[in-house]
């Protein structure tokens, strides 16, 4: 009765301390952070004088990455399952066979590190029990460490994102001035005339594509995209981008339906992004020749729009997955359509900064529509 009383005590000990160690992981701010943490956690739960921390590269090659207890950093290396790594382990942590125990770090179903313990001469614990024990705080510490891992290349690649972008704008609007002005003079040859005009045709678009890229790190690092609300008529701005849209896409047919009061206090320049971001997503899957609806219309205390295409039926386990950045659900249909994926998730953020709903439905009988309902007066908060 006494020795299982012992266990049970030793187990809720035990559990306690993996408990303390994920609420320490959780806040765990970098990749580094989290290797002291581990170690210096295995130390404390085992009593242990000497921790090990190695981790795999890209080779398979162990090399030791965190320590406790004075280990030199070269002290081990080698490939994972290597009875000479063991060897090196034992030799580092300065303990026999009997006082070593070591697991592997394991994130879906491949090894990523081993954690090595030297264990104290005098133990109250069972060896399954020990290895239980660091078992778990490694599974705890894969985990920190792949999240950890993911996290900081995240940041990094949206960072450098953003900065690429930024800088991309200033030669994009050089070329877009040069041209613009080159075309109004007048006075050039047909064929020169017909190049410059695809010239400029080509940066307005790369201009779209940096414009999306740089809204896409502001709501994905910043929580949200920004908008400056103001009172507006949506009416003539719905006409205004209906017609650009027309000159730059003559294969295609608009109709555009007003009704009601358009008046709102909104952001002018991103509802006409969204409106764009919507009739280029509309052009891109429906066919050459056919009809894309537009209708606006002011109901009592907010305004809704709908978008509407006869092109490619969204499946209904996916239509969720649209507003994901990167995400090309069906085949487009326009010719030479490019995209990075991110017209439909920076419309869902407009929306949202606008706190408005936006919904979507698609079928073969019915084709596809895009509706938005945004308040007149935004709300508190």
Known sequence: ?????????????????????????????????????????????????????????????????????????????????????????????????????????????EVMGILAVALPEHRDSTADEQEWLLSALADQAAVALEKSRLDERGRFRDRLIGIVSHDLRNPINTILLGTSVLLEGGGLAPYTAKTLTRIQSAAERAERLIRDILDYTQAHLGGGIHVERKPNDLGP???????????????????????????????PDRIAQTL???????????????RVRIELHGEASSVAFAVHNRGSVIP???????????????????????SVGLGLYIVESIVTSHQGTLGVTSSAADGTTFSITLPRVAGPG
Do not use: K, W
């Open 1 to 109: 009765m006494t020795s299982s009383l012992g266990r049970d005590e030793r187990r809720a000990a035990q559990i306690r301390g993996l408990t303390e160690v994920s609420r320490a992981l959780t806040y765990a701010v970098s990749f580094d952070e989290v290797l002291q943490l581990t170690v210096n956690r295995a130390a404390q739960l085992f009593d242990a004088h000497a921790t090990v921390l190695m981790l795999a590269d890209e080779d398979g090659v162990m090399t030791m990455r965190a320590s406790v207890g004075g280990v030199a950093p070269d002290a081990a290396r080698g490939h994972a399952a290597n009875d000479s790594l063991v060897e090196q382990l034992q030799l580092a942590l300065g303990v026999t066979a009997e006082r070593f125990l070591g697991v592997p770090l394991v994130v879906g179903g």
């Open 237 to 267: 701005i719905f006409r205004q981008v209906v017609d650009e849209i027309e000159i730059s896409h003559p294969e295609h047919e608009f109709e555009l339906v007003i009704s009601g009061d358009t008046r709102a206090e909104l952001d």
């Open 316 to 338: 209904a386990d996916r239509i969720g997955d649209i507003f994901e950045p990167m995400q090309q659900i069906t085949p487009g249909t326009g010719r030479g359509q490019r």
């Open 276 to 290: 764009g971001n919507l009739l280029s997503n509309a052009i891109h899957y429906s066919p050459p020749n056919s």
